[in-house]
């Protein structure tokens, strides 16, 4: 019993490592592989965010101006209250003469490039980076009351 039960293990042994040995990647034979159309006109971008670049200088051909959101409603106010109504934003107040930006869950479900609209949006209705020199906010998180990022004038930065 003892030397079929090695004889199993063996086996087994050898016909994992063989698997493993093949597994990297080489050219299929063409009737198993993909039709040349396929790789054709690959001119897209599978991700919505570019890794490669910082959060400051990732959107910059993308043009897109707060008053394009207020448009959509009354005023740039009303967007602000959608944000909270959102759960994307639960407070604002001042903290030692610099202000703070309390965002709640939803702002952490939004990705890169609303983060940066969101905090531009803020900065539009409230003017806070033009108001003194070097202006900027910081956002908190809801939960752990800390600082997840800063907004100057040259945008957004998360940590």
């Known amino acids: 019993m003892s030397l079929l039960r090695n004889f199993g293990f063996l086996a087994t042994f050898l016909m994992v490592s063989s698997m493993a040995a093949n ?3 080489e050219p299929k034979p063409w009737i198993w ?4 159309s396929h790789w054709e006109n690959l001119d897209f971008e599978p991700y919505l965010e570019n890794g490669k670049h910082p959060h400051n200088s990732q959107w910059d051909s993308v043009k897109w101006e707060p008053a394009d959101w207020a448009q959509q409603r009354e005023s740039g106010k009303h967007v602000i209250e959608g944000f909270y109504r959102a759960d994307i934003i639960r407070e604002q107040y001042v903290d030692d003469e610099i202000p703070v930006l309390v965002v709640g869950p939803s702002f952490y479900l939004l990705g890169g ?25 910081m956002l908190y998180d809801w ?5 997840i990022g800063s907004y100057t004038k040259y945008g957004l930065q998360i940590q």
Not at 33 to 36: D, G, K, T, V
Not at 143 to 147: D, V
């Open 23 to 25: 597994a990297y990647a």
């Open 113 to 137: 490039h609303d983060k940066r609209r969101v905090a531009e949006m803020v900065d539009s209705v409230y003017h806070i980076t033009d108001t003194r020199k070097n202006g900027m906010f």
């Open 33 to 36: 592989s993909w039709y040349p």
């Open 143 to 147: 939960e752990t009351e800390k600082a």
